[in-house]
């Protein structure tokens, strides 16, 4: 019931937010919304027509026009998406449900096979305009769901197409299943990529890759100018869509003067960790005339694992030239490529 809750409360254009629960199970409805910003539930009946009507006399103070969102909290895996488009196709039609064309042969037990062209099986959210669910409630009969009421009154129910992922957990079976779809994990990736200039000073070593190689010149930035931690950092961030290296260490911040870089990606690893994410790969290309990479590129594999926190084996890094064209073959400066696969909880 909270995931229904929580995926309702963001979607776009929700005025309220009523729920209709038995009374007997009061303690375990306050579990579940704890710290959710909810009216009083309102109290069912014995059967879902009951219950539902009494979750309708509960907002007799609202429009007749109103629409009217009515949802199983059985069914946790429904999408904002969806709700939003029931909600415009119910404010266009008077009635609207997503429903799922069926998919398998459908068999009768008198032997009879039946044609499912045109059968859809039905989900929820319905949506109706609160006067017509109001009087469909009001006529009496019972019903497994609220479409057939209206439809009883001789009003079209237009079917939203939804997702086969809206399950209704109704046995042990489906249970399982539902928890196999909490720990579902979904794989983003992110591209970075980053320039700095050789200094004129002598400075005898560069930093990259978080370790220092001996040069003839320095790099040029505001922090250690790693080029290569820099753009690891921004593949990161963008397989987290949370912008680049810039807005989260300005460099009209004094407080990252000559920072060490492996201080960045560092960051970037503690947002993913914080999304209960884990890194899966990192891919690093540098490109420069010099200094060498082959003889450091196991020392920078494993500095990098070591930032992160994760196997070496799951850190490439490569070097090409630019043929002696463009900045870095003219030996100005170096510049890095990356990019980097997460794998994050299915939201």
Known sequence: MRRSVEVFK??????????VIDPAHRNWYDAAVSGLDLSAPVHGDKGRKGSVH???????????DSVILIHDAARPFVSAMDIARVAGSARKNGA?????????????????????????????PQGFTYDLIRRAHEMGGEATDDTSLVAAL?????MVLGSARNIKITTPEDWTMALDMTRQKEIRTGTGFDVHAF????RGKITL????????QGLEGHSDADAGLHALTDALLGALALGDIGQHFPPSDTQWKNASSDRFLKHAVDLVLARGGRIVNLDLTLICESPKIGPHRDAMRNRLAEICGIDPARVSVKATTTERLGFTGRREGIAAQASASIELPYD
């Not at 890759?209 to 003839?216: T, V």
């Open 10 to 19: 963001v979607t776009p254009g929700l005025l309220s937010l009523t729920i």
């Open 54 to 64: 009494n979750g309708l006399k509960a907002l007799s103070h609202v429009e007749k």
């Open 96 to 124: 609207a449900c997503l429903a799922h064309p069926v998919a398998d042969t459908l068999r009768r037990t008198d032997g009879v096979y039946v044609d499912r062209k045109n059968l859809w099986a039905l989900q929820t």
């Open 154 to 158: 001789g009003h079209n129910i237009e």
């Open 199 to 202: 200094a004129q000073d002598k």
């Open 209 to 216: 890759c978080g370790i220092e190689i001996p040069h003839d």
